[in-house]
């Protein structure tokens, strides 16, 4: 006795008295079961063209559509998370295919990505967390004195300030704000256990990402069906290799910048040049925007040295930024990412609105992303006149 016919027998019992029509049934349902198919094979499918099933149909995707959103609405945090973990493993992936190319083993490769990228984090982190923090207190608690020094020197400063109305933007910024986020241990350990955490789990899921990219990748690419599968794979393996090279060329090229900036500021004696190079870093990972917002802080602040130093300060992130573009990113990105300036900031625009920084990030290699399927899949296709399309689809 199979395990079916001895889970019918422990159902129900005795069935004596069951109704007429049930106990014919419980006869065919005896007759229907067999060693090949102990629970039967399947009947004749329902018709997606009634009414019926076109009104099942209908309210399921408003169902399921209606869920999805508040699902995503509701767990957004956590996806966002997702999200970048994703990103930062496909930025990984040239480096751990590297490795594994050269006889590493995929699990060991990501580990050691992970303990050099680490080591280095906890080497900066303890080399410069004190100076970073005490600069960082430094420059915003003396942002209002600054300013002012500013306005006294140059008329010029003097009568923007008056007309936007920035001394009283600087000190609603760095009083009031910077009080209630410091009242409180409880609010200030809220804060650091929320980062921590946010930032833990992103590295752990970077990891899980990495280490099973391959079975990753395997499981996207049998979505296709199997005559569409193989253009599938290599549209998906060049978004990959765009978005791959995106984000590690991104992070490699934004460490060079933070680096040459802080030696250029500790050479004129700017002050604060350690919270304005990673300041610089990490803006400089927003194209085109955050560059030049990184360019306009640090002139500010080099002004308050002297005009000359000012000046000299905006030369050289002139002349860094050709560098990054016509020399860093062609040598480190290659021609992975090939994305018009306009679409670049357009991208970054919506990014920014939709996700904040993360979708600033976000926007250029995914904005790429769009760009190779319409000019694979969709312009194709509008090119092609209309008696060829007839054709195809008969």
Known sequence: ??????????????????????????????????????????????????????????????????????????????????????????????????????????????????????????????????????????????????????????????????????????????????????QGLLGAGKVVFGAVTSTVIAAVLTAYFSANFPTLRAYIYRLFPHERRPRAILIGDAIFAKVGGYVLGNLLISLITGVLTFIWLSAFEVPFPLVLAVLVAVLDLIPLIGSTLAGIAIALVALTVSLPVCIATVAYFLVLRAVEDYLLVPRIMGRTVQVPAVVTVVAVLIGGSVLGVLGALLAIPIAASVLLLVEELLIPRLDKPKVELTKQSA
């Open 1 to 182: 006795m199979n395990d079916e016919e001895q889970s019918t027998e422990w159902v129900g019992q005795p069935r004596s008295d069951e109704p007429a029509p049930i106990s014919s049934a419980e006869q065919d349902a005896a007759a229907l079961s067999s060693d090949q198919h102990p629970l039967g094979t399947p009947g004749r499918r329902f018709d997606r063209r009634s009414p019926f099933m076109t009104g099942l149909h209908a309210a399921a995707g408003v169902l399921v559509t209606v869920g999805a959103v508040q699902v995503v609405l509701a767990a957004h945090q956590a996806l966002l998370l997702v999200v970048a973990a994703l990103f930062l493993a496909i930025g990984m992936e040239p480096a751990v295919s590297w490795l594994v190319r050269h006889g590493v083993r995929r699990g060991f490769g990501v580990t050691l990505i992970f303990v050099l990228v680490l080591g280095g984090l906890a080497a900066f982190l303890w080399a410069a967390i004190t100076p970073l923090i005490d600069q960082g207190q430094a420059l915003i608690h003396h942002a209002p004195d600054t300013l002012r020094h500013l306005e006294d020197r140059y008329p010029v400063i003097h009568s923007v300030s008056d007309r936007f109305h920035l001394d009283q933007k600087v000190q609603q910024g760095t009083g009031s704000d910077l009080e209630r986020l410091s």
